[in-house]
């Protein structure tokens, strides 16, 4: 399976990032491996690579069927379940990255960078994957609240344009994009992800 995630899918995190508000052509795209996946509330651990390990938080799409080339308006039959997942990002190699024009791979893809929550029939959250708010606790404290109402590409469009490049396959995950408020993380914070109400994520930073 692959972990397909867009980056700058919400304008006032794009612009807390200092990317281009204007809005792009298409999402950016980006993969992590499969082995970037943490499950069950595992902690993460900061690795020694970063001096700025940061949380995104965002709506992630499960794949059902297999599919390329599929169009926006059949996109909505490639998935029944979301979930909640954090793209865990080595903030002070992305900058690096970005001034350098290198790609993300490292900086995004590795190892347990991406917690993941179960998944939920999207039937149980009202059927509409453009109509869910999200947000991420730390400690007890807000720091992100997401409404996927606000992407600049929707799920259809990414599951679209994506699929002109890759197949989709039974399993592969979408990571749709964070909203405003990412930040670092240090050791002993606890995390804790939600998802219309329902805790999806709980872990701690060691
Ligand atoms: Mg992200």
Same mark, same amino acid.
């Given at each position: ?18 990317? =281009? ?11 992590? *491996? !499969? ?12 690795? =020694? ?6 949380? !995104? ?16 308006? $059949? ?12 793209? $865990?990002?080595?903030? =002070? ?9 290198? *790609? ?6 590795? %190892? ?24 991420? %606790? ?14 600049? $590409? ?9 699929? !002109? ?26 995390? !804790? ?8 994520? %709980?872990?701690?930073?060691?």
């Amino acid at each position: 399976m692959k972990i397909i995630c867009v980056g700058w899918n919400y304008g006032k995190h794009a612009r807390e990032l200092g990317a =281009d508000t204007e809005k792009p052509q298409h999402p950016a795209i980006f993969l992590k *491996p !499969e082995t970037a996946l943490l499950k069950d509330g595992k902690p993460v651990y900061i690795p =020694d690579f970063t001096n700025q390990l940061e949380y !995104e938080t965002e709506l992630v799409v499960k794949i059902n069927r297999l599919g390329r080339g599929i169009s926006e308006k $059949f996109a909505s039959r490639y998935y029944a379940e979301v979930g909640l997942g954090i793209d $865990f990002t080595a903030r =002070d190699m992305q900058n690096e990255a970005r001034r350098t024009g290198a *790609p993300w791979d490292l900086c995004k893809g590795f %190892d347990c960078s991406a917690p993941i929550s179960n998944f939920i029939p999207l039937e149980e959250l009202g059927g509409d994957v453009q109509n869910l708010n999200f947000s991420l %606790d730390i400690d007890g404290n807000t720091v992100q609240k997401g409404y996927s109402g606000d992407m600049i $590409f929707s799920v259809d469009k990414i599951i679209a344009y994506v699929s !002109e490049f890759y197949t989709l396959k039974i399993g592969d995950l979408i990571f749709t994009g964070t909203p405003v408020g990412v930040g670092p993380v240090k050791i002993g914070n606890h995390l !804790e992800g939600w998802l219309e109400g329902r805790k999806m994520l %709980d872990f701690h930073i060691k």
